[in-house]
């Protein structure tokens, strides 16, 4: 059973940082990808910033110069760390994931998973 658990959400001022992490758990083989999408009550998830193994991260452009994305594939964790924080980047943060798992012997690949999400609030 693969699991992702986020933390490192909270309230911050406008002009803070945060930082983000996600640790992905169970018989992982290899990560293909992960990541970090948000989502606002009444809005569709957004992709914030993706990290794969072979390319350049990828970020919105909302959060590009202000937002890094790194990999720790030794911990199967993920980072997002947030700096110059607006009130607009205010919402649930998920991590996902595009995992190599083996289950029962078998080999599973381009398996994804999400996390059930940390909060982030940028407000006076």
């Known amino acids: 059973q693969v699991q992702l658990v986020e933390s490192g959400g909270g309230l911050v001022q406008p002009g803070g940082s945060l930082r983000l992490s996600c640790v992905a758990s169970?018989?992982?083989?290899?990560?293909?990808?992960m990541g970090w999408f948000r989502q606002v009550p009444g809005k569709e998830r957004e992709m914030v910033a993706v990290?794969?193994?072979?390319?350049?991260?990828e970020y919105a452009e909302s959060v590009k110069g202000r937002f890094t994305i790194s990999r720790d594939d030794a911990k199967n964790t993920v980072y997002l760390q947030m700096n110059t924080l607006k009130p607009e980047d205010t919402a649930v943060y998920y991590c996902?994931?595009?995992?190599?798992?083996?289950?029962?012997?078998?080999?599973?690949?381009?398996?994804?998973?999400w996390g059930k999400g940390t909060l982030v609030t940028a407000s006076s």
């Open positions: 996902n994931a595009d995992l190599n798992i083996l289950t029962d012997n078998v080999r599973y690949y381009g398996m994804r998973y």
């Open positions: 169970g018989n992982i083989i290899s990560i293909n990808s």
């Open positions: 990290l794969t193994t072979k390319e350049s991260p």
